[in-house]
């Protein structure tokens, strides 16, 4: 199958599975680059996820720089896309029937079983990318304190950013 078809059908279906962002499917996007196409490393993986969510912009990024690295700017277009159109579509399709269906008891459970759902699949992209980064104990002691910092302080992410980038050019 052609490159860009390949990367067109996964980041569709992918897409659809988006609740919450790109960051709920990084789990799988890891699992269908890194271990079952072999388009990626586990380093260079997190390596591309760590640039995707320094840049401006959306966390949509990483399909958009995993496409450009598997099949330059035509599979960045492409991915970028595949990643876009379908969630947009659908989005636009569920607000339209939500609107008709304001008052409706099951709209309400939707929308409270979708919080945990997101919060799930968002932390299990966090997992796997944070298993993927660590690659000895410092890195894994970097990990658990910024994640530490990150749910007991207000420090801005960018600090936290900024004192891993020092850390590990200290010392690693």
């Known amino acids: 199958m052609n490159i860009l078809l390949q990367l067109a059908v996964l980041f569709g279906k992918l897409s659809l599975l988006a609740v919450g962002g790109a960051n709920a499917t990084v789990s799988e996007i890891t699992r269908q680059v890194v271990d079952i196409r072999h388009w990626l490393t586990p380093a260079q993986f997190a390596q591309l996820y760590a ?72 932390l299990a992209g966090a997992m796997v990318v944070a298993r993927q980064s660590d690659t000895g104990w410092l890195t894994v002691a970097i990990t658990l304190a910024v994640a530490g910092l990150t749910f007991r302080t207000k420090l801005h992410p960018l600090v936290l950013l900024g004192g891993g980038a020092v850390l590990g050019l200290l010392f690693l």
């Not at 401006?56 to 450009?68: C, D, H, W």
């Open 51 to 122: 640039i995707s969510n320094a840049a401006p912009g959306p966390n949509v990024l990483i399909s958009t720089i995993i496409g450009a690295h598997v099949a330059g700017i035509p599979g960045g277009i492409v991915a970028t896309l595949a990643m876009v159109v379908p969630s947009c579509t659908l989005a636009v399709v569920v607000c339209r029937s939500f609107e008709r269906h304001a008052a409706a008891r099951w709209r309400r459970v939707v929308q409270a079983a979708l919080l945990p759902i997101t919060a799930g699949l968002v």
